[in-house]
Each structure stands twice: as C-alpha cells, then as structure tokens.
C-alpha cells in the first residue's frame, strides 16, 4: 500500500514555508524525497535513514520518526523553483520493491 | 552522462497492438524498475528487479510483461494494449541497500487509441 502524503496540496507565496507529510502503514527503515517538474522525471532531493536527520538543500530539511512511520519534509523561505510535485519513497522492508508516496502539488507564487 | 536511457519517448499505439518499451542504465546499477504515472496521479510500480535474471510483480502487473536481459537492459512489453494503458512510463534504477534513491529516465509518453 502507498504511503499517504498530506496535503495533497498547496499554494504558497514567495518566502513562506511549507511542511509536507508522509506516513506508512509499514515500518519505514529509510525514506526518500523527490521533486517532479510538470512533464518531467522525478528528481532526488534528499534520503532519511532511521534514527537520522538528513538536510539536503539549503532551506530544504526533512525528519524521519520511525516509531510513527512518518517522515516530514520542510521547505523554508521558498523559491519560485520549489513549485512542483513532492512524492516520498521507500523499500518495502525485506524485498527490493519501491513504492511511492500519493504525492503533494506545490505550488509557489510570486 | 547518460544515466537511465528510454527509448522511444513517444508512441502512439491501437487498441490490441502490442509493443516493447526500452530500458538501458549505464551507472553498473543492481535493481531496476518500471512504474506507470497517469495524469495528475503519482507512481505506481509495474514491474521490479532487484538483480541480472530476477523480476518480481509490483501493484500494477496486469497486462504486462518485462524481461530484465542483462544488467544494464530491462524491457516492459504490452502484449495487447488497452486505453487503460495511456499513461507516461518510467524506467528507474539505483544500487544496491536502503539508502540508495532511483534515478530515473525521461520517460515514454504511451497513447492508446
């Protein structure tokens, strides 16, 4: 089953923040966060391992709670860049299958 | 860099007909995989394999096959291809362990009519 990110979507202005979630009904021992540009490939952005914080990006920092099988992906004073669709990933433990979150619709106005 | 290459990027196909999508990596990558995206949907996976000789079903197998013919090439074939087929297809692959993310190919944009 995929993980459930919330929300499924959001509008913002230049310079606010946004936090975006991601939840497993699994036990998650490491995720994944992508950003895909309409008509593009996903790109990876950054990866939690468990018990671990992990910044990619400058403004862009995410967590990872394993006992509540979520990871949250925090994006600071955001950029016209940063619209776009965020999807979490992950390995279903066990198996080398990789499943992808619901996704969240970014979208950042000027 | 060539990366994870998908041929062709675009095609357009006839309800019935079939046809085999093309995957090559360049990056000596163990796992590889196939997932389908629809319109303003996110990834599902079609198909994986985790090594040369290896493929296993991911959530949406039905209607498809894959050949994984040897470490760099993994094909997904559409035997009879249905309207619900329309979709953009990823090719993906990453390396081996839990930390390693996907790099994926550009996509094929499959139309049928």
């Known amino acids: 089953q995929q993980p459930v990110q919330s929300p499924q979507a959001v509008i913002l202005r230049e310079g606010e923040d946004a936090v975006i979630n991601c939840s497993s009904s699994k036990a998650l021992y490491s995720v994944h966060w992508y950003r895909q540009k309409h008509g593009e490939a996903p790109v990876f952005l950054m990866i939690l391992l468990k018990g671990g914080e992990q910044k990619g990006h400058e403004k862009i920092s995410a967590s990872f709670n394993e006992k509540k099988q979520q990871s949250s992906l925090y994006l600071t004073a955001s950029q016209l860049s940063y619209s776009g669709t965020y999807f979490c990933g992950t390995k279903t433990s066990g198996t080398y299958k990789y499943i992808f979150g619901t996704g969240t619709r970014l979208k950042v106005l000027a | ?113």
């Open chain 2, 1 to 113: 860099n060539a990366g994870v290459t998908q041929t062709p990027k675009f095609q357009v196909l006839k309800t019935g007909q079939s046809m085999t999508l093309q995957c090559a990596q360049d990056m000596n990558h163990n796992s590889m995989y196939w997932y389908r995206q629809d319109p303003g949907m996110g990834l599902r996976l079609i198909y994986y394999s985790a090594s040369e000789g290896t493929t296993d079903k991911g959530e949406v197998p039905n209607g498809y096959n894959v050949s994984r013919l040897n470490k760099r090439e993994f094909s997904l074939r559409l035997e009879s291809a249905a309207p619900s087929q329309t979709s953009v297809y990823f090719c993906a692959s990453s390396g081996t362990g839990s930390n390693q993310p996907q790099h994926f190919g550009d996509g094929t944009r499959l139309s049928i009519l």
